[in-house]
C-alpha cells in the first residue's frame, strides 16, 4: 500500500452562486506525478488556493500527512512540508538569483530573526544556496537580478526555490506556461527526475507534457471531478473529450 | 553607491563643520539648532525602518516620538518631586539619568508599537495609514484629557537630565552625546537591513505571496520591524523633550506624524543618510525661510509637492542617482 | 440623568454622525473610484466653511454664503484635481499621502495669510435660532435638528445619485472596471474631475454647516478628516452604506461616551477622579471601537472580504 501524501475530501467553495469547487476528491501518494487538467475557468487556481491555505473552503477538508489543515495558515503548511510554485512567476524581483535562493534556504532552516550579521558572509545560507543553484543548473547567474532572468530562468529559480524547502509535496501551477518547446523539455525532464524524492500536484495546460509524465490524471469540469484515471484512461474517455470538445483538443 | 557614500560623507563632515565652527565661533543657539537637526534625523532613522525598506507607511509616528517624551517627562517629574510613580503594586522611583529614561523610552514606544501595530497589520494599504494615523489620534487625546501629566498645558522640567561624565548643560557636549546615539542607530539599522532579517524585510516588501510560500512569515517579520523603528523613534522623542526640557500633547499630534514622514522623503526613502539630509534641510529652510515670511510652511509645502512630482529619490536620490538593492 | 438629556445627546450624537457622513462620503468616494487616499479633504471642509464666512459676514445671509461654500470648495476641487490629484492616481499610496499631506501645508497657510490666525464666526440663520419645542416639552436647536435632516437628505441624495442616474452608473462602473470605462466611450478624466469636485462640494458644504456652531479656523478640516478616517475603516472603505453606519456609530459613541462614562465611574469613584478617567477613556472610545471592529473584521462592516 502507497502512502497518500495528500489528500482532499468533499472540497467546496462558492462565489456568489457560482460553484468554483464541488465536493472535489483527490488524493497525491507517494511518488507518482498526479496532474490535474480541465478547461479554463473550471476551478483549478481556486482549488490550488484552497490547497496552499489562501482561501477557506466552504466545506471539506484538506489533508496533509493525515492532519487536517483546514484551521493551518498559509505559511504553517509550507513549513509542514507543502511546497509550491505560481502560475505567474512570483519572485523577488529586485534580489539576485542567489538572494532569491538565500532567502529560501532561510526560509527552510527556520532562521529568520538574525538581525546583526550581514547575509552576504553568511558562510551557511551561501553555500547552500548555491548547492540549489547547481542542481537547476543556474550557477553562473548566481548574481543576475532576477528582473534581467529570462522566463524559462524565472521558472527554473521558482523550481529551485521550492526545493530548498525540502518538500514532502509539490504544488506545481503550471510550469510549462510560457517557457518554450526547449524549456518545456527540459522541464518534463526534472519533474521526472523528482518525482522519486516529492510527490507532485501539476496543473498543467501542456497535453504532451501532462501525458508523459502522469501517473494519474484528474479532469476538473466546471468545479467537479468527472474523471480520475491513467492517462490511457483519460485518452480514451468519451466524457473527457466532450468537456474539451471546442477547447484545446488532447 | 561609491558616489552616495561621499555623498553620506560631505552631509555627515559639513554637519560635524558646522557645529565646530559654531562652537569656535561661541554661537550656542547653532549648536542647538544642530542638535535638532540630529535629533529629527534619529526619529527619521526609525520610520525610515518601517516606511523605507519594509514598505509600512505609518502616518503615526508622532505616537512612539511623544510617548518617548513622555517617558522622560513623567520619570522626570517623579525625580523632581521625589515622589515614586505608583502603578498598581509596582512602584518606580522617578530618574533624572539619561540612560535609564532611553531605556523607558525604547521600552514603551516598543510597547505601544506592538500592540498598534499587532492590529494595524492585520490590514495593508490605505487601511494601515488611516489606522495607524487613528491610533495616534487615540494617544493625542489621551493625553490632551488626562490630566495628572498636565494635559492639555505639557510637563515642564526645570533642568536637564544628566548623563555619567558629560555636563549635559554644555550644548556642544550634549550634542555630541546625541550625534553619538544617531551614530550608533545608524550603524545598527545599517547592520539590520544586510541581515537576514532585513533581507526578509525587503522581500516582505516587494512580494509578501513569495515570502509567505518560503515558510517566512511576512506578518512576524513587519510586526518585528514596525516595534524596532518605533523604539528608534521613541528614543529620538524622550531626547528631544530633553532638548526641550519640555513635553505636551503637540508632540503627539498628527502634524508631527507628517513631519517625521517629510525628513525621510525629503532626504531620500530607504536610504542610510537620507533622514539626516531631509531632517538638516527641514530646519535650514525653518530657519532661513521662517525669517523671511510667517508663511513657510506654504514654501514647504510646494517643495514636498514639487519632490514627489517631480524628484522621488529625494536630494540624495537627486544627487546619487538610483537607489542600489540588495 | 434626565431622559430629555439623554435625548439631547442621542440627537448631538446623530448630529455629529451626520456631519461625518457627509465628509466621509467624498474621501471613499473617491478612494472607491479612483483609488486614491486624499489627506487634503479636510482643507476643503476648511475652504467651504471659510467662504461661507467670508461671504456671509459681506452679505448678511448665511445661505448666499452656504451656496458660496459649495461653489468654492467644489471650485478648489477641480483645480486641485487638474493641477495636482491627476498626476497621482497611477502612484502608490505613500506618494499621495505626501502629495495631498504638502497640500494640506499650503492650504493652511495660504488660508491664514488670506483671512490671518484669528477664528472667524458664522452666525446661524435667523430663521433656525431658536430652539424647537417638541410635544412633552423636550426643547431642542432647530439649527442642529436641521443640520440632522441636511444630512440624511444628503444620504438619500447620493444613493440616489449612485443608484439611479447615469452620472451613478458611470461611477459604478469605475469602482468595478476601470477598463470597461474607456471601452464604454466614457472620457474618465472628466468623470474623476467630477467625482472629486463632488467629494469636495459635500466636504465644503459640511464645513459650512458646522462652521456655523463651531468657530471658523485654520486646522478645523484635519480632526474632522481623522475621525472620517476612523469612520472609513469602521464602515469599510468605498461602501457609502458603510460610510453612513460608521459615522452613525462614531458620532453616537462619541457623543454619548463623553456624557456617560463619567457617569458610570461617578458610581464607584469619587467625582473628581470620575470625571478626569471617564473623559480620558471617552477620548479613546471611538478608536477602542475602530480596534474592535478590525479584529473581526479587518475589511471594515461592509468591506469586500478578502
Given at each position: 500500500m502507497v502512502e497518500t501524501v495528500l489528500s482532499l475530501q468533499g472540497l467546496s467553495k462558492n462565489f456568489g452562486a457560482l460553484a468554483a469547487n464541488n465536493e472535489v476528491n483527490l488524493d497525491l501518494k507517494q511518488g507518482e506525478i498526479h496532474a490535474l487538467i480541465g478547461p479554463n475557468g473550471a476551478g483549478k487556481s481556486t482549488l490550488i488556493k484552497q490547497i496552499a491555505g489562501e482561501i477557506t473552503p466552504d466545506a471539506g477538508a484538506v489533508y496533509f500527512a493525515g492532519q487536517n489543515l483546514n484551521a493551518v495558515r498559509s505559511v504553517k503548511r509550507v513549513r509542514a512540508g507543502l511546497g509550491r510554485t505560481f502560475q505567474v512567476s512570483s519572485l523577488i524581483t529586485e534580489f539576485t538569483v542567489e538572494q532569491n535562493l538565500m532567502l529560501a534556504v532561510m526560509g527552510a532552516q527556520q532562521r529568520t530573526f538574525r538581525f546583526f550579521k550581514r547575509f552576504t558572509q553568511d558562510a551557511t545560507l551561501r553555500q547552500q544556496a548555491q548547492h540549489h543553484l547547481e542542481q537547476l543548473g543556474l550557477q553562473g547567474r548566481s548574481d543576475v537580478r532576477v528582473s534581467q532572468l529570462s522566463h524559462g530562468e524565472r521558472r527554473q529559480l521558482e523550481m529551485a526555490m521550492a526545493l530548498a524547502l525540502k518538500p514532502k509535496a509539490l504544488l506545481l501551477d503550471e510550469p510549462m506556461a510560457g517557457i518554450g518547446p526547449g524549456g518545456t523539455k527540459e522541464m518534463t525532464d526534472l519533474l521526472a527526475r523528482l518525482k522519486a524524492q516529492v510527490p507532485i500536484l501539476l496543473v498543467e495546460h501542456d497535453m504532451a507534457a501532462v501525458f508523459a509524465l502522469a501517473d494519474r490524471i484528474s479532469v476538473l469540469v466546471y468545479g467537479r471531478i468527472i474523471l480520475t484515471g491513467t492517462a490511457e484512461e483519460i485518452r480514451n474517455s468519451p466524457q473527457v473529450q466532450q468537456a474539451y470538445l471546442g477547447e484545446e483538443a488532447p | 553607491m561609491r558616489r552616495e557614500f561621499w555623498i553620506n560623507t560631505v552631509l555627515i563632515g559639513g554637519l560635524l563643520g558646522v557645529v565646530v565652527l559654531a562652537w569656535l565661533l561661541d554661537e550656542p543657539f547653532i549648536i542647538t539648532l544642530s542638535t535638532k537637526v540630529v535629533i529629527f534625523a534619529l526619529a527619521g532613522v526609525g520610520l525610515n525602518l518601517a516606511l523605507g525598506h519594509g514598505g509600512l507607511v505609518s502616518f503615526g509616528h508622532a505616537a512612539f516620538f511623544g510617548l518617548g517624551g513622555y517617558a522622560m517627562g513623567i520619570l522626570a517629574s517623579h525625580a523632581q518631586s521625589f515622589e515614586p510613580l505608583q502603578l498598581g503594586p509596582l512602584v518606580i522611583e522617578g530618574s533624572k539619568s539619561m540612560p535609564v529614561i532611553w531605556l523607558a523610552a525604547l521600552a514603551v514606544s516598543a510597547l505601544a508599537a506592538l500592540l498598534i501595530g499587532s492590529l494595524s497589520l492585520r490590514t495593508s494599504g490605505v487601511y494601515f495609514i488611516m489606522i495607524t494615523l487613528a491610533f495616534a489620534q487615540m494617544i493625542y487625546y489621551f493625553a490632551i484629557s488626562w490630566p495628572a501629566y498636565g494635559g492639555e498645558d505639557g510637563l515642564l522640567i526645570y533642568v536637564r537630565n544628566g548623563f555619567p561624565g558629560l555636563n549635559t548643560l554644555d550644548p556642544i557636549q550634549f550634542f555630541l552625546l546625541c550625534a553619538a546615539v544617531l551614530g550608533v542607530c545608524l550603524f545598527l539599522v545599517d547592520r539590520l537591513v544586510k541581515s537576514r532579517f532585513g533581507m526578509a524585510l525587503e522581500a516582505a516588501r516587494q512580494n509578501p505571496q513569495r515570502v509567505t510560500s518560503l515558510g517566512i512569515d511576512p506578518y512576524k517579520v513587519r510586526l518585528v520591524a514596525f516595534v524596532l523603528s518605533a523604539a528608534i523613534t521613541g528614543l529620538a522623542g524622550a531626547i528631544y523633550a530633553d532638548l526641550n526640557r519640555f513635553v505636551s500633547p503637540a508632540m503627539l499630534s498628527w502634524q508631527v506624524s507628517g513631519e517625521i514622514m517629510v525628513f525621510v522623503i525629503l532626504g531620500g526613502v530607504a536610504r542610510f543618510a537620507g533622514p539626516l539630509a531631509g531632517a538638516a534641510l527641514f530646519i535650514v529652510l525653518e530657519h532661513f525661510l521662517g525669517g523671511l515670511t510667517d508663511f513657510w510652511q506654504f514654501w514647504l509645502g510646494l517643495l514636498l509637492l514639487l519632490v514627489i512630482l517631480f524628484a522621488r529619490g529625494g536630494i540624495i536620490g537627486f544627487l546619487a542617482g538610483e537607489r542600489r538593492h540588495g | 440623568m434626565s431622559l430629555s438629556l439623554f435625548l439631547e445627546q442621542v440627537l448631538n450624537g446623530l448630529q455629529f454622525g451626520v456631519m461625518l457622513f457627509v465628509m466621509a462620503a467624498g474621501l471613499t468616494l473617491v478612494f472607491g473610484v479612483m483609488g486614491l487616499i486624499n489627506l487634503a479633504h479636510g482643507s476643503l471642509y476648511m475652504v467651504g466653511a471659510f467662504a461661507c464666512a467670508a461671504v456671509a459676514a459681506a452679505t448678511g445671509s448665511f445661505w448666499l454664503g452656504l451656496a458660496a461654500s459649495l461653489a468654492a470648495a467644489a471650485l478648489a476641487g477641480v483645480i486641485v484635481e487638474i493641477v495636482v490629484?491627476?498626476?497621482?492616481?497611477?502612484?502608490?499610496h505613500l506618494d499621495q499621502v505626501l502629495a495631498t499631506f504638502a497640500l494640506i501645508l499650503m492650504f493652511s497657510e495660504g488660508t491664514r495669510w488670506l483671512f490671518g490666525s484669528f477664528p472667524l464666526y458664522l452666525n446661524t440663520p435667523e430663521i433656525l435660532s431658536g430652539p424647537i419645542t417638541f410635544p412633552g416639552g423636550f426643547q431642542y436647536p432647530a439649527y442642529r435638528l436641521a443640520i440632522i435632516v441636511i444630512g440624511f437628505a444628503v444620504a438619500g441624495g447620493l444613493f440616489w445619485l449612485i443608484g439611479s442616474t447615469r452620472l451613478g452608473i458611470r461611477i459604478r462602473a469605475g469602482e468595478s472596471d476601470r477598463e470597461m470605462i474607456n471601452a464604454l466611450g466614457i472620457d474618465i478624466g472628466k468623470l474623476y474631475t467630477a467625482v472629486f469636485a463632488l467629494g469636495a462640494a459635500l466636504a465644503g458644504f459640511a464645513g459650512a454647516l458646522v462652521g456655523a456652531i463651531q468657530s471658523v479656523q485654520v486646522g478645523m478640516g484635519e480632526p474632522v478628516l481623522i475621525l472620517a478616517f476612523v469612520v472609513i475603516v469602521i464602515g469599510g472603505i468605498g461602501s457609502i452604506s458603510g460610510a453612513l453606519i460608521g459615522s452613525i456609530l462614531v458620532g453616537l459613541t462619541d457623543t454619548l461616551g463623553r456624557t456617560l462614562l463619567p457617569l458610570v465611574f461617578s458610581t464607584f469613584m469619587d467625582n473628581s477622579a470620575a470625571t478626569s478617567t471617564g473623559s480620558a477613556l471617552a477620548s479613546m472610545l471611538i478608536y477602542i471601537l475602530m480596534a474592535a471592529i478590525l479584529v473581526f473584521r479587518p475589511t471594515g462592516l461592509f468591506g469586500a472580504r478578502s
Open positions: - | - | 490629484i491627476r498626476r497621482l492616481y497611477t502612484r502608490d
